[in-house]
């Protein structure tokens, strides 16, 4: 997470929350999906910082989009 985004979220209070995911595929517009996003600690991965994760809600059928931006409206 960036140092901006840390900023942002440092208040934030763990939980899972419904909220948006804007979606923007390199060469395709940009779409919505709803989401579930976890904000806190991963105990699997003994992470010492807070992080988010978000599930988006969509069949992409195989399609890749690592690299794309995302952005969480909560």
């Given at each position: ?23 923007q595929i390199e060469g395709k517009e940009p779409e919505e999906y709803l ?40």
């Open positions: 997470m960036t140092d901006t985004n840390k900023t942002k979220t440092a208040n934030l209070v763990p939980g899972v929350y419904a909220a948006k995911a804007r979606l989401c579930a996003m976890s904000i806190g600690w991963n105990p699997v991965y003994d992470n010492s910082e807070k992080t988010i994760e978000a599930f988006l809600v969509h069949d992409f059928e195989g399609e890749e989009f690592y690299g794309s931006k995302l952005t969480l409206s909560v």
